[in-house]
Nanobody
């Protein structure tokens, strides 16, 4: 079992930045792919970014060049640095984790077995 706790959300003006953190406990994430998803009001939870245990990165097109995912295995934590935020980025952001597998894309919700409770990000115009 992996327990995930997100932090770092909040209210920010358009153009601002936030850094989300996802702290994992009960098991090391060293061999896990870690992902970030977001859910805006009235919409489904959608993929944002993922980082594999190898360090391979993936981003949805809408955040490329603005968001940056990273991990610190010693701290058992994954981060999402979000820059140039706009109101369309407003959502609850969720951290997700599952053991690495070559056969997965890690862009789909069903590919993750562990989820955090989410942290709200609100971007005002």
């Amino acid at each position: 079992q992996v327990q995930l706790v997100e932090s770092g959300g909040g209210l920010v003006q358009a153009g601002g930045s936030l850094r989300l953190s996802c702290a994992a406990s009960r098991r090391t994430i060293r061999n896990y792919t870690m992902g970030w998803f977001r859910q805006a009001p009235g919409k489904e939870r959608a993929f944002v970014s993922a980082i594999r245990s190898s360090g391979t990165l993936d981003y949805v097109d809408s955040v490329k060049g603005r968001f940056f995912i990273s991990r610190d295995n010693d701290k058992n934590t994954v981060y999402l640095q979000m820059n140039s935020l706009n109101p369309e980025d407003t959502a609850v952001y969720y951290c997700a984790a599952d053991e690495d597998s070559i056969s997965r894309s890690y862009r789909a919700r069903y590919e993750y077995g562990y989820w955090g409770q989410g942290t709200q990000v609100t971007v005002s115009s």
